[in-house]
């Protein structure tokens, strides 16, 4: 499974950009049953979790997302979105989509992100 996230780009502070992640090679029974996370990462820094969605729906925000970001998934098109509002230059990373475990393990191989970047 190839994971390729897309819709990065630079914005200005309190704008708007949705990033997809799709999961290439992977089957629609298997994608559909994969609890999946919108991750990212600030150059010399750990890679953050910022959303998740279960297989069933349940959904997860970090504190510093909430109420600005909304995780979707599409199973059909074994994709997963990140709508993000009200941006500020403190969410300026390179984001990235993999499978989600309370163990921090991941099933797929990372893949190439997509770099945002927040204007002040």
């Known amino acids: 499974v190839q994971l390729q996230a897309s819709g990065g780009g630079l914005v200005q502070h309190e704008g708007s950009l949705r990033l997809s992640c799709k999961a290439y090679g992977s089957i629609f029974s298997v994608f559909r049953s994969k609890d999946m996370g919108w991750y990212r990462q600030v150059p010399g820094k750990e890679r953050e979790l910022v959303a998740r969605?279960?297989?069933?729906?349940?959904?997860k925000y970090s504190d510093s997302v909430k109420g600005r970001f909304t995780i979707s998934r599409d199973n059909s098109k074994k994709t997963v979105h990140l709508q993000m509002n009200n941006l500020r230059p403190e969410d300026t990373a390179d984001y990235y989509c993999?499978?989600?475990?309370?163990?921090?393990?991941?099933?797929?191989?990372w893949g190439t992100g997509t770099l945002v970047t927040v204007s002040s």
């Open positions: 993999n499978t989600y475990s309370p163990s921090g393990t991941y099933d797929w191989a």
């Open positions: 969605i279960s297989a069933g729906g349940d959904i």
